[in-house]
C-alpha cells in the first residue's frame, strides 16, 4: 500500500487562522460576522477552515454543506439542505421539528422526516424560516456554518447565503463560505453575489496565496517526518507553485515523472487495484458523500469487496469517510479522475447511479443530471419534469427554468415525448416563461412565451392565450419599459366574467405599464376596474397591484395625501400576499411621488428603506437597482453628489437589468456633466446609447437621455447642435414623456434660444426661429397641467428665461428652486437673476446673487457653472467688489455698503429688497444702522455723506 502524503498538520496560515479566531470571537459576543475564504483550487481552504472550527473554544455547534458542479444549476438549496440535515443528526428530529412551525414548515420539501411541507407557499417563508431556525439553535450556544465551494452555488443557495448574511442579527452565528477563485466568468451571478457582500460590515475577506518557500520545506518534512533536502525543497516549491496539495503529490513522485502537475493526481492511481478503481469511479461520477449501501448499488460489488477498497482508497489519501459516507478527498482528484474515465464507462456509471437514484429521490434534479450524462434522454426528460414541479413548488425559479430549458433541449431527442411527461410542449414553454419572469430573467420569458403563443389558437383557447400575453407583456416592460399591445390584447380575450382574477391581474399589470409608458387616463380606468374585481373576490394578491397603479396616477394628478395613503395601503396588501415585485415598487414610485413634492430627505430615506428591503428579499439587482436609481435621483438635487454617485455605482456592480442600468447611468451622466467630468460623461452616453439603439421602448430613460444631451452641447457652447436635437425630439412630440422631463425640456430649449441669440443679436433668421421655436415650447409647457412644487419651479424658470426676463421673475424661480432645497437648480438661476440685474446697471444685486451662486457651485464642484459665474464676474467688472474692506472709517459692513449703493439711486426699501434679493425689513434694519453710523437723520443726508467721503466710489 502506497504511503500517506498528507501532512498531518497545517503549515504556515498563521494570519489567516488569527483572522478566523478573531472573526469568531465577534460572533460570540452575539455580532454575526461571515467569512469568506477564496483561493485557487488545492491552496487549502478546506484546509484552513477545518484546522481552525475543529480547535475553536466554547463548543460551537458547526455546521456544514457544500455546494454541487454537477447539477449546481438545477439542484435548490443544496448546502442547506446537508446543513438541516447535519443538524438532524446532532440534536434528533424532534428537537429540530420543535424549532419549526408547529403548523408545518417549508424545509418538510427538504426533509420529509420534519412533517409535511405546505402544499404552496411564499418565497420568502423558506428564508425566515431557516432563518429563524438557525438563531434560534445560536441561542443555545455559537453556531459555525460552513457553505463550501460557493462558487458553484445554484441561485437559490446563493439567494438564501445572502439572506442569513444580511439578516442575522444579535445572533451567535459565524458564517463561513470557500470559494475557489478563477472559475468565475465575468457577469456571473455568483462573482455578482461575492461583490455585494465584500461591501457590507461585518464582512472577513481572506484570500489564501501560494505557500512561501519555507512554508514547503516545513509542510515536507511534516509528510516525510525528516528535514528534507534543501535541493529538493526548491524544486517543488518551484514546481508547485506553492500549492499545498501538488506540493503533497509532488513528495512522493519523481521530479520528472509528469509534465503536467494535475497529472500528478492521477498518478497515485496508475496502480490500484481494480476493485479500489472502480469504487474510485463511481465516486468521482456521482459527485457526492455516497453511503456503502448506494455505493454497493452502483459498483455492484459484495460488502466484503467494497470495504477492502474503501480501506485501500483511504490509505492512499484518496478517500475519506464522513457521517454521511464516502468521498474523494479533493475536488481537484474527482475531477482528474472523472476526466480521465473512458466515455462508455463514464455514461455507465451515470446510469447505474441513476438507476439507484430514481428509487430513493424520484424527483430530484441530480437524477435527471445522470440521466442526461448517461445519454439516457428518454428517463432524462421525464426526471427533469418532475424535479421542476418540485422547484417550482420551492419557490426557486431559476433552478426550475434551467430544468425545463432542459426538457426542451432535449424534446426532438426522443419519442413521443409528451407521452412520457404527460405535457404538451405548448404547457412546458408556458412554464418556462413563467418562472423565468418569477426569476427576472425577462428576456428569457419573452422568448419562451413568444414560442408557446406560436403554438396556440386565440380562438379555442382564448384564456390560455391571455395568461401568455400576459407573461409576455410584462416581461416586454421589463426588458425596454414596452409590453402595452401584448396586455390590451390580452384584456380583450377575457371579458367580464370569464376569469375574473385573472382579468384583474392583466387589467393591473396594463396599467402598470400605462404608467410608465404616460397613458393616463386608460390606466386609471384599467386599474379601478381590476380593483373592483380584486375587493369582490377579497384578494390582497390582486388588489396590491391595482392599488399601486391608482396611487402614481393620483400623485401625478397632484392629490398627494390620498396618494400616499394608497401607497401604504398597496405595501401592505402586497405585502401580505407574498408579492414583493409590487411591495418593492410601492417604495420607488413613492420615492418617485416625494420627489415632485420637493421632499428631497424623505425621498431618499424611503428608497434607502426600500433598498434594504429589496437586499433581504434578495431582490438587490432588480427591483433594488431602481430604488438605487431613486436614492441617487434625491440625494443629486439635494447636492450630495459623491453619496449620489457611490449608490449608482454599488448598483451597477449587481449587474441590473438592461432598463435599470440606464437609468443609472443616467442619474451618474448628470452629475458628470454638471462637474465637467467629460470622459466619465462620454463613456456613460455611449452605454446608454448602446441602449436606447436596441430598446424597443423605454420612452422614460429615452427621454432624460435626450435631456441630457441637449445640456451637454449647450454646455459645450454648441447652441445649434442643441437647437437642432431640441427640434427632433419636439417633431416626435414628447406626449409620452414624464411631465418633469417635458418642462425640464422645456427650460432647456428656451436656454439654449437665448445663448442664439445673444450670439448673433441682429441676425433676423435667429430671432424668427427662435420666436417660433419659444412659441413651440410654450405650447408643450402648457400640455402639463399638473402643479407639483418641483414642476411649479421649472415652470417659472421657464418663464424667466423665454418671459420678459426681469428680475422678479428670475427671484420668483430661485426662491421656488431654494424651497425645494435643489442646491444645483437654485446656483442656476441666480446666475440667470445675476445676469439680468448687471443687464440692468443693478451691480450690487448682480455681485450678491453670484456671491450665493458661485458658493453653492463650488460646494457642489461644478466645474463648468462655476466658470460661467467666473466669467460674469469678469465680463461685468464685479471682482473688485470683493476687495472692499469688511469695515471702513465709519463701520459699514460690505453688505450695509451694498444697501447704501442702492439707496444713493432713490430706491424704496421693496425696492432694494427685490435688487439685493433679502427681505424688506432686512433692508430696514441695515437703513437704520447706516444713519446711525453716518451720524445723519435721513436718507438723503446719507447720501449726501456717502459722496462727500467717496463710501460710493467703489
Known amino acids: 500500500m502506497v504511503g500517506s502524503a498528507v501532512s498531518p498538520v497545517m503549515v504556515g496560515r498563521a494570519d489567516e487562522i488569527a483572522a478566523l479566531r478573531a472573526a469568531y470571537a465577534q460572533a460570540r459576543s452575539a455580532r454575526p460576522v461571515t467569512a469568506l475564504v477564496s483561493g485557487e483550487a488545492g491552496i487549502g481552504k478546506s484546509r484552513l477552515v477545518t484546522t481552525v472550527v475543529r480547535a475553536l473554544p466554547g463548543d460551537p455547534l458547526v455546521l456544514s454543506g457544500g455546494c454541487l458542479e454537477l447539477g449546481s444549476e438545477g439542484a435548490p438549496y443544496v448546502p442547506f439542505v446537508a446543513v438541516v440535515r447535519d443538524l438532524v443528526r446532532r440534536l434528533g428530529r424532534d428537537q429540530v421539528a420543535a424549532l419549526l412551525p408547529a403548523a408545518g414548515s417549508t424545509l418538510g420539501d427538504w426533509l420529509p422526516d420534519l412533517g409535511p411541507a405546505p402544499a404552496r407557499y411564499a418565497r420568502t417563508r423558506l428564508l425566515e424560516e431557516m432563518l429563524a431556525l438557525i438563531s434560534q439553535v445560536a441561542q443555545a450556544q455559537p453556531v459555525v456554518l460552513v457553505v463550501e465551494d460557493l462558487h458553484w452555488a445554484d441561485a437559490s443557495s446563493r439567494e438564501l447565503f445572502a439572506y442569513l448574511v444580511r439578516n442575522l442579527a444579535d445572533a ?13 466568468a465575468t457577469g456571473h451571478p455568483n462573482r455578482r453575489l461575492l461583490a455585494e457582500l465584500g461591501r457590507g460590515r461585518d464582512l472577513v475577506r481572506l ?55 494535475r497529472t500528478l493526481l492521477l498518478d497515485r492511481i496508475t496502480d490500484l487495484p481494480d476493485l479500489a478503481h472502480q469504487v474510485l469511479s463511481a465516486l468521482a461520477v456521482s459527485g457526492i458523500r455516497l453511503t456503502d449501501e448506494v455505493l454497493g448499488e452502483v459498483t455492484g460489488l459484495p460488502e466484503t469487496q467494497l470495504l477492502l477498497a474503501l480501506k485501500d482508497l483511504a490509505g492512499r489519501d484518496l478517500v475519506v469517510a464522513g457521517d454521511e459516507g464516502y468521498a474523494i478527498r479533493h475536488d481537484l482528484i474527482r475531477e482528474a479522475v472523472y476526466a480521465s474515465l473512458p466515455p462508455a464507462l463514464r455514461r455507465r456509471t451515470h446510469a447505474r447511479y441513476a438507476a439507484g437514484l430514481a428509487a430513493r429521490t424520484p424527483d430530484s434534479t441530480a437524477l435527471a443530471d445522470h440521466w442526461t450524462a448517461a445519454g439516457e434522454f428518454e428517463q432524462a426528460l421525464p426526471a427533469a ?15 426550475q427554468l434551467h430544468l425545463l430549458e432542459l426538457v426542451l433541449a432535449r424534446w426532438t431527442q426522443v419519442a413521443a415525448p409528451s407521452l412520457l411527461i404527460d405535457a404538451d410542449r405548448t404547457t412546458v414553454l408556458e412554464q418556462a416563461a413563467a418562472a423565468a419572469f418569477a426569476a427576472g430573467k425577462s428576456a428569457a420569458g419573452v422568448a419562451h412565451a413568444t414560442a408557446a403563443l406560436a403554438e396556440l389558437d386565440p380562438e379555442s383557447q382564448p384564456l390560455r392565450t391571455a395568461r401568455l400575453l400576459g407573461l409576455r407583456g410584462q416581461s416586454q416592460s421589463r426588458v425596454d419599459g414596452n409590453g402595452w399591445d401584448d396586455l390590451e390584447h390580452a384584456v380583450a380575450l377575457v371579458p367580464p366574467g370569464s376569469s375574473d382574477a385573472l382579468r384583474s391581474r392583466l387589467l393591473s399589470a396594463l396599467g402598470f405599464v400605462g404608467v410608465a409608458t404616460h397613458r393616463l387616463e386608460q390606466s386609471r380606468q384599467y386599474a379601478a376596474e381590476a380593483l373592483t374585481l380584486a375587493e369582490r373576490l377579497g384578494d390582497d394578491g390582486l388588489r396590491a397591484p391595482a392599488l399601486l397603479v391608482l396611487a402614481a396616477l393620483d400623485g401625478m394628478d397632484g392629490v398627494f395625501e390620498p396618494a400616499m395613503r394608497t401607497y ?29 413634492m420637493g421632499l428631497y430627505e424623505q425621498g431618499a430615506e424611503l428608497a ?15 427591483r433594488g437597482s431602481m430604488l438605487a436609481n431613486a436614492r441617487a435621483i434625491h440625494l443629486r438635487f439635494l447636492g450630495r453628489w459623491d453619496e449620489a454617485v457611490g449608490v449608482v455605482d454599488e448598483a451597477l456592480a449587481d449587474g441590473p437589468p438592461p432598463l435599470y442600468a440606464a437609468f443609472l447611468r443616467l442619474a451618474a451622466a448628470d452629475i458628470a456633466r454638471c462637474r465637467g467630468e467629460t470622459d466619465r460623461l462620454e463613456l456613460l452616453f455611449r452605454q446608454v446609447s448602446e441602449f436606447a439603439r436596441h430598446a424597443a421602448g423605454a420612452a422614460e430613460a429615452k427621454a432624460e437621455f435626450a435631456v441630457q444631451r441637449v445640456a451637454w452641447a449647450l454646455e459645450q457652447g454648441e447652441a445649434d447642435l442643441a437647437d437642432r436635437i431640441l427640434g427632433e425630439l419636439l417633431s416626435v412630440a414628447p406626449a409620452t414623456w414624464p411631465t418633469h422631463e417635458v418642462l425640464r425640456l422645456a427650460v432647456l430649449g428656451a436656454r439654449v434660444q437665448r ?20 412659441a413651440e415650447l410654450a405650447r408643450v409647457t402648457d400640455t402639463v397641467r ?16 423665454a418671459g420678459s426676463g426681469d428680475l422678479p421673475s428670475w427671484d420668483a424661480a430661485v426662491t421656488a428652486w431654494r424651497d425645494l432645497g435643489n442646491r444645483y437648480e437654485t446656483a442656476l438661476a441666480l446666475t440667470g437673476a445675476a445676469r439680468v440685474a448687471l443687464a440692468s446697471n443693478n451691480r450690487p444685486g448682480a455681485r450678491s446673487r453670484l456671491r450665493e451662486a458661485r458658493a453653492l457651485a463650488a460646494e457642489l464642484g461644478a466645474a463648468p457653472l462655476l466658470a460661467r459665474i467666473d466669467d460674469i464676474t469678469a465680463h461685468g467688472r464685479l471682482g473688485d467688489a470683493a476687495q472692499v474692506p469688511v469695515r471702513n472709517d465709519f463701520g459699514l459692513t460690505r453688505r450695509e455698503l451694498e444697501v447704501l449703493r442702492v439707496l444713493a439711486r432713490g430706491r424704496s426699501n421693496p425696492q432694494i429688497a427685490t435688487e439685493l434679493f433679502i427681505t424688506t425689513n432686512t433692508v430696514a434694519t441695515h437703513v437704520a444702522r447706516i444713519l446711525v453710523k453716518l451720524g445723519v437723520a435721513t436718507r438723503t443726508e446719507a447720501v449726501a455723506r456717502a459722496h462727500d467721503t467717496g463710501l460710493l466710489d467703489g
Open 172 to 184: 451567535t452565528v459565524l458564517l463561513i463560505g470557500t470559494v475557489r477563485t478563477g472559475e468565475l
Open 207 to 261: 484570500s489564501l496565496g501560494p505557500l512561501e518557500h519555507q512554508d514547503v520545506a516545513e509542510l515536507l518534512e511534516a509528510i516525510d517526518g525528516r528535514p528534507p533536502d534543501r535541493s529538493r525543497t526548491g524544486a517543488i516549491h518551484r514546481r508547485s507553485g506553492g500549492n499545498p496539495l501538488f506540493v503533497e503529490a509532488l513528495s512522493t513522485t519523481d521530479e520528472a515523472s509528469a509534465a503536467d502537475l
Open 385 to 399: 419534469w418532475r424535479a421542476a414541479d418540485r422547484a417550482g413548488r420551492q419557490n426557486a425559479y431559476d433552478e
Open 568 to 596: 401604504a395601503e398597496a405595501r401592505r396588501a402586497a405585502e401580505s400576499a407574498g408579492d414583493e415585485h409590487t411591495f418593492l415598487t410601492t417604495f420607488q414610485w413613492e420615492a418617485g411621488l416625494m420627489e415632485a
Open 608 to 622: 434607502h428603506v426600500g433598498q434594504r428591503a429589496a437586499e433581504r428579499l434578495g431582490r438587490t439587482r432588480s
Open 755 to 774: 445663448v442664439r441669440r445673444a450670439a448673433a443679436p441682429r441676425n433676423r433668421r435667429v430671432a424668427a426661429e427662435s420666436a417660433d421655436r419659444l
Open 786 to 801: 399638473a402643479a407639483t412644487p418641483a414642476l411649479t419651479a421649472y415652470r417659472l424658470t421657464f418663464q424667466a428665461e
